[in-house]
Every structure is written in structure tokens, then in C-alpha cells.
């Protein structure tokens, strides 16, 4: 019999111990950082974090997340224990008896948490489905902002409170502040705020959409502001011949696909493109066949799609190209059969998850939430979830990373 061959992770080569650690959750990494310096050293060096970054993109549609951003303040949030492992270390050090209390606290609320979440409407097990449900209490220092647009990118998620755009990655607990340019009173209508991430300069980008003019014309103005060179930049966008009224800009869904900001128009029969290498605003005109818009503009599978009303139920349609103008082609991916006779319940979808899975909204009348959705376009089968969890102030797609910008700094988990 030969000798028994061991050998220790932690001699293992510097390459294959990378190609280990690259694998594991943000959290268990946050735990790795404290097992010696060595380890500390290399997790937090900028080459693991976009090897762990590449790692999770590639992987992400085998395994989507929804993210439910909780509200601290809520009567249904029992206490408030930190919901990650701190990445840094900087965590001060607690008695035995806390972190017990905590531990069983935790349990008990996880508990609850992941039981309101297992089943949907009808009782279907959602385990079946390829989600995985995820939560983080929002810290109070964000307790005056809102939550921008359905996606994070790469772990970071955008917030603000209109005055300071606040890039965050809860897995760390660490954020940016971005102070907003002020407006001017004559350009307070349409203002939207959008947030993206430029893969082609690997940046990170904060976009805010506002229109200036009168009753009989308006004007577009974009502004941009890039994380790579902490500074805002203006663009002038297309005129459009008549004001049709603050209530067209109720959404956030600004979505990039290859280098290209997308976003919906003034008018509702338009894409408002915006190149991020030429700096070019344009329209891509929607297929002039459909009829009510019903999602947010969304990445599907690495194309444009919107989600439009039809007689046979509601269509995803995708843009085939990025080129803007009126002769934009789209193509009609699949149907979603009307699964209601009630005429005023309509599913909005706001974003594609991933593995075939969309997540949205049942609305009544338009704005009344009802419940969550969950739509498999390979099964065709809907799923409704989520009702009374009126502490949820977002739910967004969700991929954990260590990213982490310039200028972040620590933000504190709220006091009990």
C-alpha cells in the first residue's frame, strides 16, 4: 500500500487556492478573510475581485436571485441583526450571549422569512423554481431614499433620495455618495433617475433624464455620471412637438445592453437609445403593430425586450439591433396566455432574471400591487407570491460581489 497523500489547503498553489476561493459566496469569503493574512491578502486584491466578478456572471443564470430589500421600521421586522457577514473585519467584537441571542433570533426570523417566501398563491412549492430568495435589511442611513430600477449591477445597488445618489453593495456594507446637480425650476418635469454599468470602460454610470420647454415643445436632457472619472457630463436629446404631461414618468427602467442606454420615451412609442461610446441620443421606434406597453424595458439574454398587450394575452418582443431610427427591428419571442378573467388584474413585468424565469407585478387598475409573479417562459407556467410582506421596499435581481468603487465608505447596520 502506498503512502497516504495530504495535503493542506492552505499550501496549496497560490493559482489553484484562487481557482478554490473564486467559488464560494461573498459570505463565506467574508469568513475566509479572517482564517491569516495571507488569505485577507489575497481576497481583497482587485484581480480576485474580478476573477470572483466573472466567476459570478458566468454562473448567475444557472442560479438567479430576487433580492427583498427589507424596511427596518416595519412592525413585521422583529429586530434588527446584521443580515451579512462583515467583509473587512472591522466589526466590533460582541459577548458570547449576543451572538447566541442573535443566532436563535436570526434562526426564528429566517425561518419565518424563507416560509412566507417557499409557497406561492395557490400553495405550488416555489422551491421547484430556480430562484433563489434572498433579503437584507436596509440600513437607516438610507431610511429617506428609494431604490432605483428592478436590477443591482454587479452587487451594487442604487439609491437616492434626489438630492444624493448612494451606490451601495449590502454584502460588504460599504457605499459611494453622489451629490446630483441641482435642478433648475424650469426643469423640474419628467426628472428620472437610472443607474448601469458600461462594460466596454468597465464603469459604473448614474443617469438622470429631465425635460425643458413648453405646452407646445419639449426637449430631452440627459445627464451622465461616470464612477471611472467622478463627474457629471450633460447631453440635448430629441424635441418633441407638444408637452404630454408629467404622468408619463412613472417608471425607472433604464436598462444598458451592449454599451447602449435604453430607455422609455416621452411619448410612448419610442425607445429613447443613448450610445455610451459615440454619446449619440436617438429612437428606436417600437413594432408599429402593438398596442399597451406592460413591462419595463429589460435585458433578455443580452437583447432589448419590452413586454406588449395583444389579443391573444401579452408578447415579449426583442430589438434585434442597437441601431436607433425607424427602421429598428423586432422580433416577437413568445405569448403569455391571459391567466385572469378578471379585465382590470394585468401583469407588469420588470426585469428577466435568468434560467427562463421574468419577475413582476399583478396590478389592479394599473397601480393597485396585488401580488408577485414569477413567469417561466420554457414551462409557460405563472406563479403568485408574496402577499402581505408589507415590509419589502424592493425587490430586485440580485448577484452577490466583492465589488468595490472608489470613495466607498462604511455604512453602520442600524441600532437596535
Given amino acids: 500500500m502506498g503512502s497516504k497523500i495530504v495535503t493542506k489547503i492552505g499550501v496549496l498553489p497560490g493559482e489553484l487556492l484562487t481557482k478554490v476561493l473564486v467559488q464560494l459566496p461573498v459570505k463565506t469569503l467574508g469568513v475566509c478573510k479572517s482564517v491569516c493574512k495571507p488569505w485577507l491578502s489575497l481576497i481583497s486584491s482587485p484581480d480576485f475581485i474580478n476573477s470572483h466578478l466573472r466567476y459570478v456572471i458566468h454562473n448567475y443564470n444557472n442560479n438567479p436571485t430576487l ?68 433579503r437584507v435589511v436596509i440600513p437607516s442611513f438610507f431610511q ?17 433620495d434626489d438630492n444624493i445618489v448612494y451606490l451601495w453593495n449590502p454584502l460588504i456594507r460599504r457605499c459611494k455618495q453622489v451629490r446630483v446637480p441641482e435642478l433648475d425650476v424650469a426643469s423640474l418635469s419628467g426628472v428620472r433617475i437610472g443607474f448601469g454599468y458600461d462594460s466596454g470602460l468597465n464603469d ?51 436598462v444598458v445592453v451592449k454599451e447602449t442606454l435604453y430607455l422609455s420615451s416621452w411619448d410612448e412609442q419610442h425607445l429613447i437609445a443613448f450610445d455610451l461610446r459615440t454619446e449619440v441620443i436617438g429612437l428606436v421606434s417600437f413594432p ?66 435568468g434560467a427562463g424565469q421574468f419577475f413582476g407585478k399583478k396590478l389592479l387598475n394599473g397601480n393597485v400591487f396585488m401580488y408577485n409573479v414569477l413567469y417561466d417562459c420554457e414551462k409557460k407556467e405563472t406563479k403568485y407570491y408574496g402577499v402581505g410582506l408589507e415590509n419589502v421596499l424592493a425587490t430586485l435581481k440580485y448577484r452577490e460581489t466583492l465589488v468595490s468603487l472608489d470613495g466607498f465608505h462604511q455604512v453602520e447596520e442600524n441600532a437596535n
Avoid at 433570533?105 to 400553495?123: C, K
Avoid at 428609494?146 to 439609491?159: E, P
Fill in 67 to 134: 433580492l427583498n430589500i427589507l424596511d427596518p421600521n416595519s412592525g413585521k421586522v422583529v429586530h434588527d441583526v446584521p443580515q451579512v457577514v462583515p467583509i473587512n473585519g472591522d466589526m466590533p467584537a460582541l459577548p458570547d450571549w449576543v451572538h447566541t441571542m442573535y443566532a436563535l433570533l436570526g434562526s426564528f426570523e429566517e425561518a419565518v422569512y424563507l416560509l412566507s417566501m417557499r409557497y406561492d398563491r395557490d400553495g405550488h412549492d416555489l422551491s421547484s423554481c430556480q430562484i433563489r430568495f434572498d
Fill in 288 to 353: 408599429s403593430f402593438v398596442q399597451k406597453k406592460l413591462s419595463d424595458v429589460m435585458d433578455f439574454e443580452g437583447y432589448i425586450s419590452v413586454v406588449f398587450e395583444s389579443v391573444s394575452g401579452i408578447d415579449l418582443w426583442k430589438l434585434n439591433d442597437n441601431v436607433s431610427g425607424q427602421g429598428s427591428s423586432w422580433t416577437k419571442m413568445f405569448t403569455i396566455a391571459p391567466d385572469d378573467p378578471h379585465p382590470k388584474l394585468k401583469m407588469w413585468l420588470s426585469c428577466y432574471l
Fill in 144 to 160: 429617506h431614499s428609494r431604490v432605483v430600477g428592478a436590477s443591482c449591477c454587479n452587487g451594487i445597488v442604487c439609491l437616492t
Fill in 204 to 254: 459604473y454610470k448614474v443617469f438622470r433624464t429631465l425635460w425643458e420647454g413648453n405646452l407646445d415643445s419639449v426637449m430631452l436632457k440627459l445627464q451622465v455620471y461616470s464612477v471611472n472619472n467622478d463627474s457629471w457630463g450633460e447631453f440635448q436629446g430629441p424635441v418633441w412637438g407638444k408637452n404630454l404631461g408629467e404622468e408619463k414618468f412613472k417608471g425607472n427602467d433604464f
